[in-house]
Structures are given as C-alpha cells and as structure tokens.
C-alpha cells in the first residue's frame, strides 16, 4: 500500500506510512488511541519533553523544505532521501536523538548507538531544551547533508 500510495498518488513515504496504518487500524476497528503519535509520545509523565522535540523539529525544518518529518508510534523518524535521525522520547527525563553519521568517531556526547536503533549509527541523549546547542545542530545537518 506505501508503495501503491508512493508512485501513484505521489505522497511521500512517511504520510503513506500513516495513511497505510489507519487504514489497516481503521479495517480492523482499531481506533489506535489518540490519533496524533507525537501528542502520544509527550503525553503524560514526558510532557515536560516537548519543548526538546519542538527546538529540534525548528532546527531540522530550517535545513530545506526537503525535511520530511515522519511521526511513528514510539519516535519521529527524520527523513530526506532517507532517514537520516530521529528523536524519541525514552524515559520520563531524557529525549534521545538518534543521527546517521557513519564514519563519525564518537565522543562523550556523541555515543554509538548501541543497542538504542539500528537505523542509526550514534545517539546523543538530551535532557533539556538548551542542550539542542550548536554541537547537536552541527551533526543534524552533517547528517541531512549526507542524505
């Protein structure tokens, strides 16, 4: 259905994604909840977590209006030609933000990903606002660029 949605309809992936999971939640008369992911993922005992998401999805959005912001049920996968980071909210305190930056050494802040997602290759975690600094920018876009 993606597929179908991607060529014919010329929607990008990430809307096909979330048009194709309503509709198979809609068929099997799940109403899934809340109906936005990202209000899901920032509710309740992580809401003080937002405005960590909303300074990176600011700073992303800036890079070109290729960004493709592609909300699923645990994360928000950020997309250009392919994904290339995320951000999700993994416990009540810390917002984690995977990026794709092969061949990157890592550093204190700037971890290998680990176990956190395969579909990045480092992670910086992020606890408050002020720490969506010129360093968490800089890989952002090193990342964006390389996709």
């Known amino acids: 259905m993606v597929k179908w949605l991607k060529s014919e309809h010329s929607v990008t ?5 979330l048009i194709a999971h309503s509709y198979r939640d809609a068929a099997s008369g799940d109403s899934g909840g ?5 209000e899901s993922q920032y509710a309740g005992p992580k809401e003080a977590l937002r405005p960590i998401y909303d ?4 700073v992303v959005s800036g890079f070109g209006k290729d960004v493709e912001i592609s909300p699923k049920k645990m994360y928000v996968s950020l997309r250009k030609n392919k994904q290339f980071a995320l951000v999700q909210p993994s416990t009540r305190t810390r917002v984690d933000v995977g990026i794709n930056l092969k061949g990157q050494s890592p550093t204190a802040r700037l971890e290998e990903s680990g176990s956190f997602n395969a579909m990045v290759s480092h992670r910086v975690r992020v606890t408050e606002k002020g720490e969506v600094d010129a360093e968490l920018k800089r890989w952002l876009k090193k990342a964006y660029d390389a996709a």
């Open 13 to 17: 992936h990430g809307f096909a994604n």
């Open 34 to 38: 809340a109906t936005d992911p990202v």
């Open 55 to 58: 300074e990176i999805i600011k």
